[in-house]
Nanobody, 119 residues
């Protein structure tokens, strides 16, 4: 499974960015797609995931720190997950990692894309 993430960059506080991550090479459908982040000196943490993609009823899990500001969505036909980030804060600065899990299979990480929020 290959993951290609894009959309990171430098943005001022209060600005917006949209991350995308396209998955390819799977033999089965995906059950989970999402984003984690890791700031310098910190552990990797959940940002938001969408689970149960292989069913008709999906669920969204997101960190309290991003609720109301970040929106996760998927394009199942393209096996792509997006993270719309609004009202960005300096504490959102981190490397953002795409994550997917194959239904009845393993999980895979993308290479990471840097988001820097600074004036």
């Amino acid at each position: 499974v290959q993951l290609q993430a894009s959309g990171g960059g430098l943005v001022q506080p209060g600005g917006s960015l949209r991350l995308s991550c396209a998955a390819s090479g799977m033999r089965r459908s995906l059950s989970v797609m999402g984003w984690y982040r890791q700031a310098p000196g910190n552990q990797r943490e959940l940002v938001a995931t969408i689970t149960d993609l292989h069913t008709r009823t999906t669920s969204v899990n997101s960190a309290d720190s991003v609720k109301g500001r970040f929106t996760i969505s998927t394009d199942n036909a393209k096996n792509t997950v997006y993270l719309q980030m609004n009202s960005l804060k300096p504490e959102d600065t981190a490397v953002y990692f795409c994550y997917v899990r194959v239904y009845m299979g393993g999980g895979y990480w993308g290479q990471g894309t840097l988001v820097t929020v600074s004036s």
